[in-house]
């Protein structure tokens, strides 16, 4: 995946938009996408967005520039590609360090 311009701006608009301890969830930055932007990324809906959100986050957690949540915990060591290797609601805040 090539991460899209509109995505990855929401994804660090919420970043820098919450102050760190504070958290959002993937899916408030796919529901900002405006339809026109769902439209030009080949999406109807904005849950169709969300593999590419996940991706996103995972390279900017990558880059140290977000926490991955889960529980409360932030989670350590290899998520697998794009996040694939969590299972169930994930939580994102900038990072601590």
Known sequence: ????????NRAKAFTTSRQSPK???PSEV????THPELQALGYSCWREAMP??????FTMREN???EILQKG???EG????????VVGPIRVRKSLA
Do not use: E
Request: hydrophobic share 50%; proline share 6%; charged share 20%.
């Open 73 to 75: 915990v932030v989670l």
């Open 1 to 8: 995946m090539v991460p899209d311009l509109a995505s990855t």
């Open 52 to 57: 590419d959100i996940r991706s996103i986050l």
């Open 30 to 33: 796919a529901r900002a996408l």
């Open 23 to 25: 958290t959002f969830c």
């Open 78 to 85: 290899d998520l697998g590609p794009r996040l694939a290797n």
């Open 64 to 66: 140290n520039d977000v």
